[in-house]
């Protein structure tokens, strides 16, 4: 289920979480955890917390990042250059999901943004890993 955060939602509304200027990172997450549960507002707080644990694997920064309005479909896009992982290896239990948030200082003070469960879940295999951005952009609103 590919969605924002409930807190995420709050966040942006109350512009606490600026998609352009702040840091905002990926983090990808093994199968078999519980990430939805509780209302989780932070990292830190995601109930059976696991985090993908493959050969290479690092959190990502979000780069080129770009708000802007498609008046012809009638929504706002975020956008972002899509993500390479170099030579990635397979965890324990493939990828379930991807996991938005703002990096502040540590999980316990990172908001989460939202969650991106497709093209998932995928096992890599050690050989580059490109996820690319849907046309429409990492997040929109209609």
Avoid: C
Avoid at 94 to 101: C, G, Q, S, T
Avoid at 113 to 120: A, E, V
């Amino acid at each position: 289920m590919s969605g924002l955060y409930s807190y995420g939602q709050t966040a942006l509304l109350a512009a606490e979480i600026d998609l352009v200027v702040d840091d905002i990172r990926a983090l990808l997450v093994r199968t078999g955890g519980d990430i939805y549960s509780g209302g989780p507002q932070y990292v830190s707080q995601i109930v059976d917390f696991r985090e993908f644990d493959g050969a290479n694997y690092v959190r990502k920064s979000l780069a080129g990042k770009s708000v802007t309005r498609d008046a012809s479909n009638t929504r706002g896009e975020f956008h972002a250059d899509d993500l390479t992982y170099t030579a990635l290896g397979a965890g324990t239990t493939p990828i379930e999901a991807l996991i938005l948030y703002k990096f502040v200082t540590n999980d316990a003070d990172s908001p989460l943004i939202g969650i991106i469960d497709t093209p998932f879940p995928y096992t890599p295999s050690g050989s580059d890993v490109l996820l690319a951005w849907n046309a429409e952009g990492v997040l929109y609103t209609e």
